[in-house]
T-cell receptor, first 109, second 114 residues
Framework: GQNIDQPTEMTATEGAIVQINCTYQ??????LFWYQQHAGEAPTFLSYNVLDGLEEKGRFSSFLSRSKGYSYLLLKELQMKDSASYLCAAMDSNYQLIWGAGTKLIIKP | GAVVSQHPSWVICKSGTSVKIECRSL??????MFWYRQFPKQSLMLMATSNEGSKATYEQGVEKDKFLINHASLTLSTLTVTSAHPEDSSFYIC??????????FGPGTRLTVT
């Protein structure tokens, strides 16, 4: 079956760095997405990886290893506004997104 | 970036009534739109894929006669929750792909059934 695993909750300190891991198993693969979702709001797109390696976009970076079925989202210089849920989603061979349950990130001052 | 709107943002209805939620792509055409449901502290659950000009594809366990989807044009899809019950109370979100690798989400509709 298809499956996405990511930690339920993580806590980090303002100004620090945090890495949110995601492992996936899908029927075929057309890319790995990360979305940010604040409470009561819809998800917003953060990143897309389809090739192995690290994609850097400002304070956020995303890494993919297709052979390991593994991705991570790296957040640097954490700010209080980064407190949110981070959703990992893999696109299968039918271009359908398979969603993880999300990682709730708590930032402490 | 592309914009997807949803209406209404929130709605309260009585048990047994029907509620219609609209999803519009404002600056692009979407032959496909997706409808999700999200319960508190849970991830998105895909309910159905809405296809312009054809019948929607429903995920396993989603009652197609209860959740009516109509994709009337390239910019509008509607989800009607028929004979709503309190257990249908949830956050309903639509999304539309602008390109293959990016989906744009509507702001969501919070439905409360009393």
């Amino acid at each position: 079956g298809q499956n996405i695993d990511q930690p339920t909750e993580m806590t980090a300190t303002e100004g620090a760095i945090v890495q949110i891991n995601c492992t996936y198993q899908t029927s075929g693969f057309n890319g790995l997405f990360w979305y940010q979702q604040h409470a009561g709001e819809a998800p917003t797109f953060l990143s897309y990886n389809v090739l192995d390696g690290l994609e850097e976009k400002g304070r956020f970076s995303s890494f993919l290893s297709r052979s390991k079925g593994y991705s991570y989202l790296l957040l640097k210089e954490l700010q209080m506004k980064d407190s949110a849920s981070y959703l990992c989603a893999a696109m299968d061979s039918n271009y359908q997104l398979i969603w993880g349950a999300g990682t709730k990130l708590i930032i402490k001052p | 970036g592309a914009v997807v709107s949803q209406h209404p943002s929130w709605v309260i209805c009585k048990s047994g009534t029907s509620v219609k939620i609209e999803c519009r792509s404002l600056d692009f055409q979407a032959t496909t739109m997706f409808w999700y449901r999200q319960f508190p502290k849970q991830s998105l659950m895909l309910m159905a894929t809405s296809n312009e000009g054809s019948k929607a594809t429903y995920e396993q366990g989603v009652e197609k006669d209860k959740f009516l989807i109509n994709h009337a044009s390239l910019t509008l899809s509607t989800l009607t929750v028929t004979s709503a019950h309190p257990e249908d109370s949830s956050f309903y979100i639509c999304s539309a792909p602008d390109r293959v690798y990016e989906q744009y989400f509507g702001p969501g509709t919070r439905l409360t059934v009393t």
